[in-house]
C-alpha cells in the first residue's frame, strides 16, 4: 500500500525538527559511552524514517550517515582506549570489602584514571571533571582524591568566568574532608582569584569578608588538625595572601609610623 505524499509545508517544518534531533543524535555518539553501538543503530533507523518524510534524496541520507559514522568510529576508538579502565573500576567496585587494606588503594584508581584522561590528545575538560565526580561520589571522604580534583580544576579553570567553578568544588572538598590543611589553603587561595578576575572595589569587600570567614573557619579546632604544622599551614597561607594584596594596593604610612622610620 502507497504511503500518502506529505504536504510540502509540513515537510519544511519537518526538516527544521529534524535538524534539531539530527544535532543531538550527533553529540551523543561523540561522546563515548557503554551504549554508543546502540545509538548508532538507532540514528541510522530514525535517519531512514525522516528521509522519507521529509522528502530528502538518498544522496542527503548517505550524507548524513557517513557524517554521523565519522563520530561513531571516532567515538568507538575513545570507548576502547577508556574501557580497560573501566573494566577495573567495575571488577574494583563489585569485589571491594572495606576490611581489607587493598580497599584504600581504590581512591588512587580513580585520581589515576581522571589524570590519564586529562593527558589524551582527544580530552575534553568535561570528562575529566565526570571521572573525577564518579570517584568522589564513590569515596566522598579521599582527601587525596579530592586534592587532586581541587588542584587539576585550579590549573585548568583558574582564570575567566570558570573560577566559580573551582571555588564550588574546594567548598565540597573541605565539607567532606575538613581535617586537610591542604584543601583549606587551596578554598583560600581560590578566593583571592576571584579579587584578581572581578577587580571591583565591591566584590574584592565582599571577597575580603569571605576570606576571612573562610579563614577563620579553618583555624577552629573543631576541624580536627592533628597537627600544629597544619594550623600553621594555614596562618602561613593567610599572611601570604596579604602580603599580596598589601603590593598590590599599598598603605600610606602614617604619620607616627613616618616619624619612628625617620629615627632610625
Partial sequence: EAEMPVPQELQQAFREKAEIVRSLYRRR???PHSSLTQTWSAYQQWEARSTVVAGLSEDDLTKHLNSAKALYVKG???VSSRLSWELKLETASAS????????????????????????QS????????????????RFPLSDDLWSSFVSWMDQTFSRGASVPLVVNVTRRAIRNCPWNSQLWCMSLRTIEAQIKEKKDPEVEAKVLSE??????LALQT???????????????????????????????????LKAKKNLN
Fill in 29 to 31: 555518539l561523540s561522546i
Fill in 76 to 78: 568507538q576508538a575513545m
Fill in 96 to 119: 571491594i570489602d572495606m576490611s581489607l587494606p587493598s580497599s584504600w588503594t581504590k581512591p588512587q584508581e580513580w585520581k589515576e584514571y581522571a589524570l590519564w584522561e586529562s593527558k
Fill in 122 to 137: 582527544d580530552s575534553d575538560p568535561s570528562r575529566v571533571i565526570n571521572t573525577f565526580e564518579r570517584g568522589v561520589l
Fill in 211 to 216: 576570606f576571612e570567614a573562610q579563614r577563620s
Fill in 222 to 256: 573543631t576541624n580536627g588538625f592533628r597537627l600544629s604544622a597544619d594550623y600553621i599551614a594555614i596562618l602561613r597561607c593567610s599572611l601570604e595572601f596579604s602580603f599580596r594584596l598589601w603590593r598590590e594596593h599599598p598603605v600610606p604610612l602614617s604619620a607616627d
